[in-house]
């Protein structure tokens, strides 16, 4: 064989064993939503499943799944590689945590992290998360005040020797947690997700007769990084900062962000965010690098397969005590209030370097009420069964600089939301609407996307609770280049309750809980905005005739029939004013 | 039908071609005609006039004319369907756009999503509402459903859909509304999700019977058109339909369910690939198909395909999965991927090869053809390797230009990463045989499947060319090149048996089932199912085939688990929970102990039964076998030392049964050639079949 010709076949092998590990981790995330229990991982694909070499780097992961999970767990399995060195694991093991400072931001969630043998040598590991549908203690709710009340709390575990379940930590979750069959059964889909991934890992190492795959993946690393760095130094050097202000638990949080371009590095610190709050909503430092690092490769190097040399490009700091590095015990149940506001930061940041980067500010936090009936749900005598259900609901995204926001679309998250009909057969519930919202979507030259209007009931109509863990209701979200904010989120009920959009909160027997999702901020000054895509707007009822004259300028019927003329004199008048 | 013996003409449409096969006792006459995209029916009838006249037959003397066609797909992805409206609860009429909520590419920001089939001012609320247990939470509003025929008629409204919240559960309101309708506007063609799809998930179930409405009175009037142009010519015969899920079906029910046509064209290389399996007696096989576009591979175990109720039509994001629209129908399982000879190569940010899925179709189409393509190709790579002769392509129809191919490769690929043009085209092509390989190993992981003993069984005009080294990557021993392998699908709708399924939602957990209930439920779907395969089967013996959709209570996500098709007795349902371990354990290494287990859908298949006098091949290595004339030699790219090596030529009309060829080697012929890389020996089985074997070890120099 001449060397030229073992050099390019070199090349293009190593790239095919490159894209056959993306497959083999898709597969492992496939397999983890086919088996799973809880509705959050087989319908929402709450998940995130990936490969990291013997040293705890990761070398690729699913395309299914959600940056939280993906970016956290990639730090996650140093963590178990400290407590569990490489050359003590045994095949048949597998190990688990729902640290959250350690996994990734949550008891709810659990990492289950399995080495693959050749023969008896380790030659890789598989790590896989999912959330949970419960871990006891208050549930899912931001009303913990410490993170011993917040439920059942796993160091890092065997979760499995010599091919066997470890019966005594099984039992442990089950008698604490309010699902144990579910959950039980999803670390059950854990392990077999992994160790599915390890048996296709060894067929290809058979195939490609590796005996380590340390080469392949320092290849790969070296390779997205360089990517990765390219990618940032087509940027300009220069410090960016950028502050927003959310509606918090008890009190505002301010999130301050000092982005920093240096040749091909990135550096993102958080001094100057509040401190931490006396609720579940502050976030480990390992969910704020999760979406702070995922804020920014969404936009520059995002062709990048994520992968610990495309991560390592970016490094992300923030002083302790803050809400975006909170130590225990504060509680962390819903980190995700806070922590999924960290992209829109560091797109406001990115908007600064290159305007036509970035897009607007978007309702970001997804809006997932916890609905829970029976024992404990109100003072009332009329109780119907015990149930907890969760849904995911989603609010508009903000504007594009070229495109408006996407309509009720979950970003920066991953997953998806839950069919009304799962959710109505799983608990006694009636969702009876569940609709876009006009005007909800921030006015600009694109309009940011709409948010939604949703009615829920029990179907018994007795009383039940929301567990609120919702964000943009005092706080909307912020329209970019001259665009206008979304429409803030609300909660209220059908007999006029107005609720706090945090905390758990009874619903009355016979009333409805009411929740708008937040709309996408705008990009772009509204008047320029295309009257024809106005009038389009109105005909498909996102925009009232209302709105369209008084934010946009266009004078319009109710069909999207849009008035040349008179738009023409509405614009000149507000040009004026 | 296979068993019948007489005349028969099959017809597949495509998005190019139009493929016409004729069956006679003689043996099979195949055409390729040009699709007729104005009025399909014409290219078909001008393909069966060809083929008849080759034979010296008229219409008159056909017995059955079968017909698949990608006409709805197209419809779908082209959006000219009808003007539809959607019926739905009030409260829900954003289920179709609203979709998943999530984004199907998490790292582009810049995502569009695709457009809805129905504009939101056309889809009309009616106050309703079932539970999830199927009781009435709110009597439907007659006078409401009433109101809305004059918003029909003004919007020029020509198909309709209903879709009501948990009619999966109680189709009664979804009735009473299609009633009322069918009173007020006579003729209009009405879709409901209680028939269509009737199962949980109301964003799957919306899209399917919107799908339907769509595509209804335009299929519906094709095959009237299609129906009355054979019987002008005087032809008295059924004309049936190949439905997705691999079964024929009348134009009766084709016209109520069109939707259930969508991916007919690519059933019928399944179910040639399944009737390989019989006649060869392969117990697992691998049908690859090939085209200028798409690449689609199905397993076939004990002769019969792999079936699936869920599948994803009009993917708009290069191929990404949740780009498209759900579809919940009886489909054959397969995953389509974007390779064909047509796919355009590129490098990416990474200085990595991709191939596909951007396709350059018949125009400019590849390089070589020099038709102003300037792309480098999977065909412009195939003609560097050798795989394709350029002076002898299509027949000799035509020739290529293997100069442009080689240009076109250095500028897009080879310049830019260092590789010689050879190489430039050996990447290309390792790169399409990668992705057509994984994507064979994913879906056989989904479905459990040890790809390593499958036989490959090769169809379209690019399979026989790539399906050498794809079983070299694959670990697999075994290639059968069937004949007429170009048309493949058209020659796969004569083997298929008249089928329907039925499927019910029923929710029944296996520790206290009410068997009674079940019981009535089977009957229910066997009378169901077997109403409409008599209208097409003539007589011929019927038999069922069952399927419980299970669960471990809490999951998501079912197992199929196969059941008796008779009355249902306390020992067949445990048996049933037994099956569904068993089979969890084949999939996902263990069961899940302690949990109990659940049925959520039924499914039954009633179609002819298939006869078992089916004739099987002789195995060619049993006998002696002699080494025929060849007809040239030609230089092919050998993967494993970079160099080319003297290949023999052949022609395979001249090839007869009992000869063995050994490669590496080329087996020319009009529609497609062979490629034999240094591992395979080829023989002819006694059908005329290219039965290739891997080498035993050591025999490859």
């Known amino acids: 064989m001449s060397d030229t010709f073992s050099s390019s076949l070199n090349k293009i092998q190593m790239q095919i064993m490159w894209d056959r590990l993306i497959a083999v981790v898709e597969e492992q995330a496939q397999t983890l939503i086919r088996t799973a229990f809880s509705s959050s991982t087989r319908e929402a694909g709450d998940v995130s499943a990936g490969v990291y070499n013997t040293r705890g780097q990761m070398l690729a992961q699913a395309v299914t799944g959600t940056p939280g999970h993906v970016n956290a767990m990639a730090e996650s399995v140093g963590h178990f590689l400290d407590k569990f060195p490489i050359e003590t ?297 015990n149930f907890t259900v969760t849904m995911f609901n989603t609010g508009g995204t903000g504007a594009r600089p070229m495109l408006d926001g996407l309509n009720t679309t979950g970003f920066p998250t991953g997953i998806r939301s839950v069919p009304v009909e799962i959710s109505e057969a799983l608990a006694p519930i009636v969702v009876w609407r569940k609709v876009y919202l006009e005007n909800s979507g921030g006015a600009g030259k694109y309009r940011g996307g709409a948010g939604q209007h949703i009615e829920v009931a029990h179907r018994e109509e007795a009383p039940f609770a929301i567990s609120a863990m919702f964000d943009r209701v005092d706080h909307p979200a912020r329209g970019q280049a001259g665009g206008a904010s979304g429409h803030r989120g609300r909660v209220f009920t059908v007999n006029g309750e107005t609720l706090r959009s945090k905390g758990k909160q009874t619903v009355e027997a016979g009333d409805r809980l009411v929740l708008h999702t937040p709309g996408g901020g705008g990009y772009g000054q509204a008047q320029t905005r295309a009257p024809e895509a106005v009038g389009e707007d109105v005909r498909l009822g996102f925009v009232s005739v209302e709105e369209a004259r008084d934010a946009y300028g266009v004078i319009s019927d109710k069909l999207g029939n849009v008035d040349v003329q008179a738009t023409e004199a509405a614009r000149a008048k507000m040009e004026r004013t | 039908m296979s068993d019948k013996g007489g005349i028969k003409l099959s017809a597949d449409i495509g998005g190019t071609f139009t493929d016409v096969v004729l069956e006679t006792p003689q043996g099979i006459r195949a055409t390729k005609v040009l699709t007729d995209y104005d009025a399909p029916e014409r290219g078909l009838m001008e393909g069966v006039g060809i083929v008849l006249d080759q034979a010296g037959l008229t219409i008159k003397d056909v017995d059955l004319v079968i017909h698949g066609t990608t006409l709805a797909t197209n419809t779908l992805i082209q959006r000219n369907g009808a003007k539809t409206a959607l019926i739905t609860t009030d409260g829900f009429v954003d289920v179709i756009e609203m979709a998943m909520e999530n984004r199907f590419e998490q790292y582009d920001i810049n995502i569009v999503k695709p457009k809805p089939l129905v504009d939101r001012t056309l889809r009309l609320p009616i106050p309703e509402r079932m539970s999830a247990q199927g009781d009435v939470l709110m009597d439907i509003d007659e006078a409401a459903v009433a109101a809305v025929v004059p918003t029909l008629k003004a919007a020029g409204i020509e198909s309709v859909a209903i879709m009501f919240l948990n009619a999966y559960a109680n189709r009664e309101h979804e009735d009473r509304a299609a009633a009322i309708l069918s009173k007020l506007m006579p003729g209009m063609p009405i879709s409901l999700s209680s028939d269509v799809a009737p199962e949980i998930r109301e964003y799957e179930r919306s899209c399917t019977t919107v799908a339907n409405a769509y595509v209804r009175p335009m299929m519906e009037s094709y095959l009237m058109r299609l129906k009355a142009a054979l019987r002008d010519l005087g032809s008295t015969c059924p004309l049936l339909l190949m439905t997705s899920g691999g079964g024929l079906t009348t134009v009766e029910t084709a016209s109520l369910y069109p939707v259930r046509l969508v991916e007919s064209g690519p059933a019928g290389g399944a179910i040639l690939g399944a009737e390989i399996a019989r006649e060869c007696d392969l117990p697992s096989v691998l049908a690859y198909d090939m085209g200028g576009t798409t690449a689609k591979i199905c397993f076939i175990d004990d002769g019969r395909p792999t079936t699936s109720r869920a599948f994803e039509v009009d993917r708009q994001y290069r191929f990404l999965k949740g780009s498209g629209m759900p579809i919940r129908i009886p489909v054959i399982e397969m995953v389509e991927i974007g390779a064909g000879g047509g796919s355009i190569a590129h490098i990416d940010e990474l200085a990595r090869v991709k191939v596909g899925p951007q396709s350059a179709g018949s125009e400019p189409g590849p390089a070589c053809y020099d038709l102003g393509g300037t ?327």
């Open chain 1, 89 to 385: 694991m045994k095949p048949g093991e597998s190990y688990m945590t729902n640290d959250p400072w350690k996994g990734t931001g949550h008891l709810h969630d659990f990492t289950v992290v399995t080495p693959v043998f050749r023969g008896t040598e380790p030659v890789a590991l598989f790590a896989c998360t999912t959330h949970v549908v419960d871990v006891g203690g208050l549930g899912f709710t931001a009303d913990g005040r410490q993170v011993f009340e917040e439920g059942l709390y796993i160091p890092l575990m065997r979760l499995a020797s010599d091919g066997q379940m470890n019966a005594d930590l099984l039992e442990m979750v089950n008698a604490n947690v309010r699902e144990p069959a579910q959950v039980v059964g999803d670390l059950y889909s854990l392990v077999a997700c992994n160790e599915d991934g390890g048996r296709r890992l060894i067929d290809m190492m058979a195939e490609y007769q590796l005996e380590t795959i340390d080469g392949l993946g320092d290849k790969i690393i070296e390779t997205s990084r360089t990517a990765m760095q390219d990618a940032v130094r087509a940027l300009p050097d220069g410090v960016y900062t950028n502050s927003m202000t959310t509606d918090g638990y008890e009190s505002p949080i301010t999130i301050m962000a000092t982005l920093t371009i240096k040749g091909d590095q990135v550096g993102v610190d958080f001094a100057g965010t509040s401190g931490v709050s006396s609720f579940g909503i502050n976030v480990p430092l390992c969910y704020t690098k999760a979406y702070a690092s995922f804020g920014i490769r969404v936009v520059v190097g995002n062709r990048v397969p994520n992968n610990s040399g495309s991560l390592g490009v970016i490094t992300v700091t923030a002083p302790e005590g803050t809400i975006t590095n909170a130590q225990p015990p504060c509680a962390v149940c819903a980190r995700h209030v806070i922590g999924q506001m960290l992209p829109d930061v560091m797109l406001g940041c990115l908007h600064q370097v290159d305007p036509t980067l970035a897009p607007a500010e978007g309702a970001s936090s997804v809006w997932a009420p916890v609905l829970m009936g029976g024992h404990g749900t109100s003072a009332s005598d009329k109780r119907g069964e």
């Open chain 2, 375 to 701: 792309e480098p190709t999977v065909t412009d790579s195939n003609v560097i390797m050798g795989r394709i002769d350029p002076s002898n392509f299509a027949g000799g129809r035509m020739t290529l230009d293997a100069s442009k191919s080689g240009s076109a490769l250095d500028e897009k690929i080879g310049t830019a990463l260092g590789l010689e043009t050879p190489m430039a085209a050996f990447a290309v092509g390792e790169v399409v045989d990668e992705n057509m390989a994984n994507a064979a190993r994913v879906h056989a992981i989904e479905i459990g499947k040890n790809i390593a003993t499958c036989t490959i069984v090769a169809t379209g005009g690019g399979a026989p060319l790539h399906a050498t080294r794809m079983a070299e990557k694959l670990g697999i021993d075994r290639i059968i090149v069937p004949n007429n392998a170009g048309v493949g699908s058209a020659v796969g709708f004569l083997r298929a048996p008249v089928a329907y399924e039925v499927v019910r939602s029923r929710h029944v957990n296996l520790a206290h089932p009410n068997i009674a209930e079940i019981n009535t439920m089977i009957e229910d779907m066997r009378a169901e199912a077997t109403a409409v395969v008599e209208q097409g089967s003539f007589g011929a013996p019927l038999e069922a085939e069952c399927f419980a959709l299970m669960r471990y209570i809490g999951q998501g996500h079912e197992l199929s688990v196969s059941f008796p098709a008779r009355t249902l007795t306390e020992d067949d349902v445990a048996d049933l929970a037994k099956s569904f371990d068993r089979q969890y354990e084949k999939n996902y290494s263990r069961s899940v102990p302690s949990v109990g287990t659940e049925a959520l859908t039924w499914t039954m298949t009633v179609r002819t039964a298939s006869t078992d006098s089916i004739r099987t091949a002789e195995d060619p290595t049993k006998s002696e076998s002699v080494v025929p004339q060849s007809q040239g030699t030609r230089e092919i790219f050998d993967a494993d030392t970079g160099q080319f090596l003297t290949a023999q030529v052949y022609n395979r009309t001249e090839l007869s049964a009992g000869q063995k060829i050994e490669g590496p080697a080329a087996i020319v012929e009009d529609q497609t050639t062979t490629i034999l890389t240094k591992r395979f020996t080829a023989y002819t089985n006694d059908f005329g079949y290219l039965d290739i074997r891997r080498k035993t070890e050591g025999a490859a120099q």
